[in-house]
T-cell receptor, first 116, second 112 residues
Framework: DAGVIQSPRHEVTEMGQEVTLRCKPI?????LFWYRQTMMRGLELLIYFNNNVPIDDSGMPEDRFSAKMPNASFSTLKIQPSEPRDSAVYFC??????????????FGPGTRLTVL | DAKTTQPTSMDCAEGRAANLPCNHSTISGNEYVYWYRQIHSQGPQYIIH???NNETNEMASLIITEDRKSSTLILPHATLRDTAVYYC?????????????FGPGTSLSVIP
């Protein structure tokens, strides 16, 4: 398997523009996660899905952020409108639930977002 | 989920064992201990996890104290490629993903 795939790897945009980050989880995995990493706040969980259904979005910073998972092999994280403080590395991760045996997450390479 | 505390940074000589400690004194009986690492500019990578018993895989060993209030990740023969930030986290299962916290971790520098 190619692992978790994210695109684009780098995104530079201007304040006020819409940004869409994409993620393809590992085939067969039933959980998908979106994280954000900054120097100030470290690695934060934004939202996660189970079987394409959002389970907890309490980590989403504000209404400008939205995430969707239309099918088991694709998810998007959208920021509209973007602001300079959204500049960060955004990671997507997936995992396969295995009862009572631990459940490791597999992370993608991340998208480095810069909002000017 | 229990909170963890780790040293901010550590150094290790190449070829020697790297022992990374983690305190999780408020861990519950059904919480697993997980270790991940993040090499610069890459996504975090799973290393190992355990519940009560010590665990070993091709990457590392995990030693959990009998009272489960602390653990140590051991890289038996550290190489320069092991230079990374190492995160220790604890959680129960899928239902507690919303409480997963990746703290600042330990920045390990392997020195030639």
């Amino acid at each position: 398997d190619a692992g978790v795939i994210q695109s684009p790897r780098h995104e530079v945009t201007e304040m006020g523009q819409e940004v869409t980050l994409r993620c393809k989880p590992i085939s067969g995995h039933d959980y998908l996660f979106w994280y954000r990493q900054t120097m100030m706040r470290g690695l934060e969980l934004l939202i996660y899905f189970n079987n394409n259904v959002p389970i907890d979005d309490s980590g989403m910073p504000e209404d400008r952020f939205s995430a969707k998972m239309p099918n088991a092999s694709f998810s998007t994280l959208k920021i509209q409108p973007s602001e300079p403080r959204d500049s960060a590395v955004y990671f997507c991760a997936s995992s396969l639930f295995r009862d009572r045996d631990g459940n490791e997450q597999f992370f993608g390479p991340g998208t480095r977002l810069t909002v000017l | 989920d229990a909170k963890t505390t780790q040293p901010t940074s550590m150094d290790c000589a190449e070829g020697r064992a790297a022992n990374l400690p983690c305190n999780h004194s408020t861990i519950s009986g059904n919480e697993y201990v997980y270790w991940y690492r993040q090499i610069h500019s890459q996504g975090p990578q799973y290393i190992i996890h355990g519940l009560k018993n010590n665990e070993t895989n091709e990457m590392a060993s995990l030693i959990i104290t009998e009272d489960r209030k602390s653990s140590t990740l051991i890289l038996p023969h550290a190489t320069l490629r092991d230079t990374a930030v190492y995160y220790c986290i604890v959680r129960v299962d899928e239902t507690s993903y919303d409480k997963v916290i990746f703290g600042p971790g330990t920045s390990l520098s392997v020195i030639p």
